[in-house]
């Protein structure tokens, strides 16, 4: 092949992808592109931050032509494992790309840019990466939600050290004034979920999916009561334990290797944070029903989980599957409109006294995980592995997106057993629950 062929054909490639950038990129963006060759399309707008601009960056000829297949969440996001694309700076900025795409592009436009794109692919491994879910069995089995929780929560208790709280706690935080640190808030949202459950000294309390065990302990420390936690991840378990040893507080806490629908006992609270995502709409019924059982009458239960926010994702399948972050992440995990999870707890018998939006709190939240991440990128990095500290940092601002950006939202939801007579023990008001901590 004579050196003009190759410039011929180099110089192709390069028009095809700016062709594609083209009517891809939005034409007010904060953030830039760069091409394999050092070609640079500058940002059009000034960083949202005001940090220095954001840079997309093209490693070589075939990146876009992978990137551009269908469905895009899953081959954009396995390219930025494979180091493919890089984003230099602030990754969230890019996901407004998306955004305002999906403003003007409908589904048969991106089928048309996926197959111009293939002209730019060469024959490559496209065998999902090391790093995705292995699952066996029936979906939202027993067997198979442990599977899934070891996949997620049994990677490093030292790399969930490295970014969350200083109690771990892997949920929203609650941010009051706007200007908490991470600790802060997630005291705060501790605090005021015991308080919204009313707790008190030497009542009973079930926190259904516990993680390292900072809720319990928190409840068993400032109001007085004992606890059981419950989780299916041997290393939260692990660590829960010790902490809660190291805090003096085994004598109130107690915590079990245990799936929620093999519970026993009756309890007064119950708190079930961040684990109804891994319920699954087919067994919704039996998580509230199984709640509703070992929950005391005159009981209370508040029930903390992601739903799907008022505005929503692109529906055509074939253009966002949801399958990468089904595929590495959370695998069979499910986002739940509040709606049907309402529909669900009030079909067993629960009363819905409060329910309250944190989706703001989310975004701050997963900014400041990311943050953490960022600060702590070598330790990371020596304690996971590259590819996989590269999907932690990827998975967490497509979250702060989602939540920002109002695709996803996070509903806490106080659920009410009447005892006799129907008579529920509450405040006439709510007025007391928002005191500072």
């Not at 065990?213 to 829960?240: K, N």
């Not at 902490?243 to 079990?256: C, F, K, T």
Request: charge should be neutral.
């Amino acid at each position: 092949m004579s050196s003009e062929t190759v410039t011929t054909d180099a110089n192709r490639i390069k028009e095809v992808t700016l062709s594609l950038l083209q009517r891809v990129l939005p034409e007010k963006r904060p953030f830039a592109v760069r091409l394999w060759d050092g070609t640079l399309l500058p940002a059009t707008l000034p960083s949202i931050t005001g940090e220095p601009a954001t840079t997309l960056v093209l490693r070589d000829e075939t990146t876009l032509g992978v990137m551009l297949q269908l469905p895009l969440d899953l081959n954009m996001g396995e390219a930025y494992l494979r180091g493919e694309v890089e984003i230099e700076g602030n990754i969230e900025t890019v996901f407004g790309l998306l955004e305002q795409a999906s403003l003007r592009l409908s589904p048969l436009d991106w089928i048309g840019l996926a197959k111009e794109a293939m002209t730019l692919r060469r024959r490559r491994d496209s065998s999902p990466s090391a790093l995705a879910a292995k699952m066996s069995g029936r979906k939202h089995s027993r067997d198979r939600d442990r599977q899934a929780i070891t996949h997620h929560y049994d990677l490093s208790n030292r790399f969930y050290k490295l970014w969350l709280d200083e109690r771990m706690v892997y949920s929203c935080g609650y941010f009051p004034d706007g200007n908490e640190t991470l600790d802060e808030a997630q005291a705060a949202k501790l605090d005021l979920i015991c308080r919204k459950l009313q707790l008190k000294p030497g009542e009973r309390l079930l926190d259904i999916g516990c993680g390292w065990g900072g809720l319990v302990s928190y409840a068993a420390e400032h109001y007085g009561v004992s606890a059981l936690g419950v989780t299916l991840s041997e290393r939260q378990l692990d660590l829960a334990r010790a902490r809660v040893q190291s805090a003096g507080l085994a004598d109130r806490v107690e915590l079990a290797l245990q799936d929620y629908r093999d519970l026993s006992g009756t309890f007064d609270k119950i708190v079930s944070v961040g684990m109804a995502e891994h319920v699954g709409g087919v067994n919704l019924a039996v998580y509230f029903q199984t709640a509703w059982n070992h929950l005391k009458p005159d009981g209370l239960m508040l029930n903390h989980a992601i739903s799907q926010g008022p505005i929503r994702s692109m529906s055509d399948k074939r253009i966002m599957s949801g399958e990468f972050m089904r595929r590495y992440v959370f695998p069979d995990g499910e986002i739940i409109p509040v709606w049907q999870s309402l529909k669900e707890a009030e079909a067993v018998g629960f009363e819905l006294r409060d329910v309250e939006d944190w989706r703001e709190h989310y975004a701050k939240t997963l900014r400041c995980w990311v943050q953490n991440l960022e600060t702590y990128w070598d330790d990371a990095v020596a304690e996971v592995g590259l590819e996989r500290a590269r999907l932690w940092r990827l998975y967490l601002s497509a979250c702060a997106h989602q939540f920002a950006y109002a695709r996803l939202a996070v509903h806490q939801a106080l659920l009410a057993k009447p005892g006799p007579n129907g008579h529920v023990t509450l405040p006439a008001s709510r007025a007391g629950l928002y005191h500072r901590v």
